[in-house]
């Protein structure tokens, strides 16, 4: 079974530009989380989907969004990019459903965006 | 507001020792989930195992065992016979309530660990 699969693996942008990050799920896991990860503030949440609906939000500014289409894959998407946002951002995915809610989640490789 | 806190930012052991990395955490959910996740330089995060509010039984895994306390609101994480293939961050995680699947994570700053030959 293929695990979650984020792509691309590194990205460099320059400030103020946009940057789109994608990542498929495991077959079968409806939910899908995203997470930053940088030394200063370690992992924090970002925002999950499930079944195409933004279902939690973490405390992050508007710039950041993100969407999931029919087949559980994510795209997030990170505006007028700032020095700031270069970090790890993770993907993750699971079953995501009531009745399984503590299904652990998976999580990909992760994509490493530079903002310079 | 939840909080995991693990206070030792980095160990350093040599090979065959053990070794227990200690995770607190904080939140005001009467139900909810801890976890401990892996993390290799290659950067994904491995899950290693979960543990709900209402289950204080450790568990042992191969040479991996963990003690989860409710009244010292801990969950801490032993490595038996340590080896060099453990080296790696380590991070303990919190989920809490039980409403729409409960994914957010609420993660500690994690815990280096070097297993030196």
């Known amino acids: 079974k293929a695990g979650v699969t984020q792509t691309p693996r590194y990205l460099i942008k320059t400030r103020g530009q946009q940057v789109t990050l994608s990542c498929s799920p495991i077959?079968?896991?409806?939910?899908v989380s995203w997470y930053q990860q940088t030394p200063g503030q370690g992992l924090q949440f970002l925002f999950e989907?499930?079944?195409?609906?933004?279902?939690n939000k973490g405390n992050f500014p508007g710039r950041f969004s993100g969407r999931q289409f029919s087949n559980s894959r994510s795209e997030m998407n990170v505006s007028t990019l700032e020095l700031g946002d270069s970090a790890l951002y993770l993907c993750?995915?699971?079953?995501?459903?009531?009745?399984?809610?503590?299904?652990?989640?998976?999580f990909g490789n992760g994509t490493r965006l530079t903002v310079t | 507001a939840q909080k995991v806190t693990q206070a030792q930012t980095e160990i350093s052991v040599v090979e065959k020792e053990d070794v227990t990395l200690d995770c607190v955490y904080e939140?005001?959910?009467?139900?909810?989930?801890l976890f401990w996740y892996k993390q290799p330089p290659s950067g994904e995060l491995v899950f290693l195992i979960r543990?709900?509010?209402?289950?204080?039984q450790n568990e042992i895994s191969g040479r991996y065992s963990w003690n989860f306390q409710k009244s010292t609101s801990s969950f801490n994480f032993t490595i038996t016979a340590s080896q060099v293939v453990d080296s790696a961050v380590y991070f303990c995680?919190?989920?809490?309530?039980?409403?729409?699947?409960?994914?957010?994570?609420?993660f500690g700053q994690g815990t280096r660990l070097t297993i030196n030959p």
């Open positions: 993750a995915s699971s079953w995501g459903t009531d009745s399984s809610y503590n299904s652990p989640l998976h």
């Open positions: 077959s079968g896991h409806r939910s």
């Open positions: 989907y499930f079944s195409e609906t933004q279902r």
């Open positions: 939140t005001r959910d009467t139900t909810y989930y």
């Open positions: 543990r709900n509010s209402f289950d204080e």
């Open positions: 995680a919190l989920s809490g309530g039980i409403i729409q699947g409960a994914q957010k994570l609420v």
